[in-house]
């Protein structure tokens, strides 16, 4: 088991680890053990706050006399670091700044592996050793569990010292009901605010505080509820203040209220305030709202231990259409009056009813939750790799991607914030709505949620598609309005040629993904409409080259022939090709395979340099926004594609190595200094990154292709990825520890990868790396499972379609557990320097439920 990296509170200020489930909004925790981006109300908006939101620890000791009060966030540096381009995940709002300046710990620890973290708070004036774990459930193939609306803390207290310490342990919430999420909170006023009340109630062992607006009409956008609750019903409210100096000294007058004995030995805590009456809080007058907060007391004598857990939920059920849509101006376009709802809240009557039940099954939800994280902490990938690829599944827990009331899945390309300010401003989801050209890239849900990807699918080819085929590369919500068919979208204007095709790869991989042949056998006309308006749109000649005006992920047109789509052209014929056998439609596939190997041989011939693969463009075609001579690095996209669908080499597979090694020797830039940044700055100063294009014979037209001297993490991932299956790990690594140094915490979050958009989709491309480095293929449509020897003593992380969990090799075998779920198999093979070291194939479905393993021989 590696080590997991620990990150101290000054090296880490960009550090801010979403807390909240699919489509839930979510709050974050700084490695300074801070709250901050609070968007739990529908809408992303990254500096999102609510001021007087924090954790307390009031310590004091009888002898020798101490009496410590501290808010558990560590004091910000006397200097601020250097702002780093188009990101601010260190903002502090001033009243965090000043009150973690005043009141704050000396220093904390960060450490990680998503979504479960752990906050260690330093200070030699507390008699204490006070730790912090917070997390939100989540289980791999499990969207419910992963979805629950809830945030939860568990802080551990040790008496480090040679007498006894007691105390109260706080936490503070300003009642943010009637909020929108977007405007500018002056302490507890805004606009918005009035008739918030707080009050207790003490149930099932617990203190809760609901925060709550009756006065609200209940389709208003910010109405809802919130509840911060605690696991004693001994916790202390109070219930209305305005400022944090407020809650310290409620938390310091504390103590006045113990009873005589508790300053020794208090073995009746519970009995002592669980008869205490309900705190009720008035109505806040117009304009305003209240902070509420709740105090759990404890005593420690010398060595003694103590758990204190922290729950917050919250419930806001009214999701409208509040973002500028793509397409042409339409009556009532733009933020509407169109509810979409929220699927979590479905499930629940409000915050209180998810209280309930996430406090009944906090054990469950931990356990289940931990278990991941320890699979992935002890497997054979190193501490880096795994905090990083742990962080792939933040991306869908974050304001980018959403499930409306009936659970259909949407996502964003990102959040608007720093990283990108548009015309629809610097709040909300940037481009909508599931662009296919960016989704594209997006392997990690597909694997850990594997139904919610399948709903994009159907979304594309039940709703988006087009009468002619087509699929727009943008989705309307609601879905019944009219979507953008013979319209202009923009990012780029007509459908995306790109989206299209990997539309195509996507279905095949959702049918691997366990969807069933049954589904694909519904949709099967859908894809062949697809392939067959994109044939007679783009090669109406038969030459299984495509040509023309190609709309792309780049916001531009290609031209000529190119490697970019044409490497998807062919992985989609190979994909078609083995859905048409599945489906038993013997005539498509012999026609499709045909035109892989007359497309494959030209695509080579006329685009292989002898180094990489260039763009030829016709005569008359225009060199603005092409690449030709240069080094594009999404070049062999197609390839990427297709090994993570095991349909082999699409062009030479010598040819592929050798423009993989150009990629890397001409686009990875170590060092940006001298760089003149006329593009969007991903990387500057000392990083390393991977430009997007380079011209290293020269040719680079006067307009290049756009965003050529970006460095986009999604491509990064994906060359990367690629380079592992051909063996080329040096060049692999070359380009994961560029970007893992990039986003290690000092001056970009490790849980937001940008690009046109904070937690950008395209990054999680990343989840492939994953794939590449375990050798692992999965095709539920067969029950064949492919791997790569592990190391011996070590494992690697298994997720199939209806379980999940790990292959180890001990004592020259491979065992294969099963966690959680159930693993359904028809075949296994082990493979170690490209050959197969053990293989086994079941006359009979061989299933591994929980708890189970099954154990494979291995030869050499």
Not at 251 to 266: K, N
Request: aromatic share 10%; hydrophobic share 40%.
């Amino acid at each position: 088991m590696a080590a997991r990296r620990e990150i101290r509170s000054v090296d880490g200020p960009h550090v801010a680890m979403p807390l909240g489930g699919i489509g839930t909004g979510n709050l974050a925790l700084g490695a300074d053990g801070g709250l901050r981006q609070w968007q739990l109300h529908n809408i992303g908006n990254h500096l999102g706050d609510l001021p007087g939101s924090f954790f307390a620890l009031r310590a004091t000791q009888w002898e020798p006399p101490i009496d410590e009060l501290r808010v558990l966030q560590a004091r910000p540096p006397a200097t601020p670091p250097l702002p780093t381009p188009l990101v601010n995940d260190d903002t502090l709002p001033d009243w965090q700044h000043q009150l973690a300046s005043r009141h704050g710990v000396d220093a904390t620890t960060f450490a990680a592996t998503y979504p479960v973290a752990d906050v260690t708070f330093h200070d030699g004036a507390l008699p204490l050793d006070v730790r912090l774990r917070a997390l939100t459930p989540m289980v791999p193939l499990d969207p419910d569990v992963s979805g629950l609306p809830v945030a939860m803390f568990t802080f551990s207290l040790t008496n480090t010292g040679a007498y006894p310490v007691h105390g109260w342990l706080g936490a503070a919430l300003q009642n943010a009901i009637g909020y929108d999420g977007v405007s500018p909170i002056h302490g507890t006023r805004f606009p918005g605010y009035g008739g918030n009340t707080n009050r207790t109630v003490r149930a099932g062992g617990w203190t809760h505080l609901l925060l709550e607006n009756s006065t609200l009409d209940p389709a208003a956008a910010g109405a809802g509820q919130m509840l911060l609750g605690c696991d004693t019903p001994a916790a202390a409210a109070s219930a209305q203040w305005s400022e944090p100096a407020e809650f310290m000294a409620f938390l310091r007058g504390r103590g006045a209220r113990l009873p005589a004995e508790f300053g020794r030995a208090a073995p009746h805590i519970p009995d002592f305030q669980s008869s205490a009456p309900p705190v009720h809080g008035g109505a806040s007058p117009a304009g305003q709202t209240w902070n509420g907060g709740l105090a759990a007391p404890f005593h420690l004598e010398p060595g003694a231990h103590v758990s204190i857990r922290y729950l917050l939920a919250w419930h806001f059920p009214n999701r409208y259409v509040n973002f500028q849509q793509f397409g042409p101006p339409q009556p009532a376009w733009g933020p509407t009056r169109f509810w979409l709802g929220n699927h979590y809240t479905q499930a629940y009557e409000d915050a209180r009813d998810v209280a309930r039940d996430v406090t009944e099954r906090w054990t469950d939800l931990v356990d289940a939750t931990t278990a991941w994280t320890d699979l992935l902490d002890e497997s054979a990938l190193d501490a880096t790799t795994t905090e990083h690829l742990a962080a792939q599944a933040s991306t869908p827990r974050s304001p980018s991607c959403f499930r409306t009331a009936d659970g259909t899945f949407f996502g964003f390309e990102g959040v608007l914030g720093a990283s990108t300010v548009m015309w629809s401003g610097d709040i909300g989801g940037s481009c909508p709505l599931n662009c296919t050209h960016v989704w594209n890239y997006a392997q990690a849900m597909a694997t850990l949620f594997p139904t919610l990807e399948r709903d994009m699918r159907q979304t594309e080819l039940d709703v988006m598609q087009a009468p002619d085929g087509s699929i727009p590369h943008r989705v309307i919500v609601p879905t019944y309005l009219r979507q953008l068919w013979d319209v202009g979208i923009g990012g780029p204007h007509e459908p995306a040629l790109d989206g299209m095709l990997g539309a195509v790869l996507k279905t095949y991989r959702e049918v691997r993904n366990g969807a069933g042949v049954g589904w694909l056998a519904g949709y099967w006309p859908h894809v062949l409409r697809l392939m067959e308006h994109i044939t007679g749109r783009w090669d109406p000649h038969g030459t299984a080259v495509l040509r023309g005006v190609q709309p792309s992920t780049h916001d531009i047109d290609l031209h000529g022939v190119n490697s970019f789509m044409g490497s998807l052209w062919l992985a989609a014929l190979r994909a078609t090709e083995e859905m048409a056998r599945l489906v038993d439609d013997d005539a498509t596939a012999q026609a499709v395979r045909e035109r892989f190997e007359k497309g494959s041989a030209a695509y080579d011939t006329l685009l292989f340099d002898g180094e990489y693969y260039i763009q030829v463009l016709d005569p008359d075609e225009s060199t603005d926004y092409q690449w030709g001579a240069g080094c594009l690095s999404d070049q062999l996209i197609g390839q990427w594609w297709a090994h993570q669908l095991d349909l082999g080499h699409i062009l030479p597979p010598d040819h592929v190595r050798s423009a993989l090694r150009a990629v890397v020797r001409h686009n990875l830039r170590r060092g940006f200094r001298d760089v003149d940044h006329g593009q969007r700055v991903f990387a500057d100063g000392d990083d390393t990154g991977l430009l997007m294009c380079s011209w290293p014979a020269g040719g680079r037209p006067g307009v290049p292709t756009r965003y050529c001297d970006e460095v986009w993490t999604g491509t990064e991932y994906q060359v990367a990825a690629h380079c592992l299956y051909e063996g080329l790990t040096d060049e692999a690594h070359a380009i994961l520890d560029g970007v893992w140094a990039r986003y290690d915490g000092r001056r970009r979050n490790p849980y937001n990868e940008i690009e046109c958009g904070d937690h950008y989709v395209r990054a999680m491309a990343g989840w492939s790396v994953l794939d590449a480095l375990t050798g692992v293929r999965w095709n539920a449509a067969t029950g064949a499972l492919r791997l790569a020897r592990p190391p011996e003593g070590g494992g690697w992380p298994l997720v199939l379609d209806h379980g999940w969990g790990r292959a180890v090799e001990s004592g020259g075998a491979v065992r294969l557990e099963c966690t959680s779920g159930a693993f359904t198999l028809r075949s296994i093979e082990v493979v170690a320097a490209a050959e197969v070291v053990a293989q086994e194939v079941f006359a009979e479905p061989l299933t591994i439920t929980a708890g189970a393993s099954f154990t494979l021989p291995v030869r050499g």
